[in-house]
């Protein structure tokens, strides 16, 4: 399966000229741990970067800086893994453990956002397949036995 079958395609963006404090409403709004930084040339968006409540907490809560201060860009996160949308789940998997980070845009053959997936994502897949997988045992089961009467 494609990891742009199952990834959200309602990504809430921010560009990195955006004030931090903006960043955190849009959060707050949307409810959301994390924004996608765009570039956005003639309405096409291109990921530059992540924001997260955790980079707000340790960038500029811990540190005691005045967020009006700050822009979005100041903060985010500026190396920015990307996964192509033809690319399988169990392959987007392996690539987010050996990054280390649990959020993903999803981009196009050409680099364009397309969506968004997180560990959480990811998690409720499997796990929804492993139920499937474990009802398949019973019915197994279940059949076994209707045929040995």
Wanted: proline share 3%; glycine share 8%.
């Amino acid at each position: 399966m494609a990891i742009g079958e199952i990834c959200n395609r309602e990504v809430v963006i921010v560009e990195r000229e955006a004030p931090v404090i903006e960043a955190a409403r849009l959060m707050r709004q949307y409810h959301v741990g994390d924004l996608v930084v765009v570039d956005a040339p003639s309405g096409l968006r291109r990921p530059v970067g992540i924001v997260t409540d955790r980079d707000i907490v340790i960038e500029v809560v811990a540190m005691q800086v005045a967020p009006e201060t700050l822009r979005v860009g100041d903060i985010m996160s500026a190396e920015l893994a990307t996964v192509r949308e033809t690319e399988g789940v169990f392959e987007t998997i392996r690539y987010m453990r050996d990054k280390g980070i649990r959020r993903l845009p999803v981009v196009d053959r050409d680099g364009w956002l397309q969506g968004i997936v997180t560990l959480d994502d990811l998690l409720i897949l499997l796990a929804e397949e492993m139920g499937e997988m474990a009802r398949l045992i019973g019915r197994e089961m279940d059949r076994e036995q209707a045929s040995r009467k």
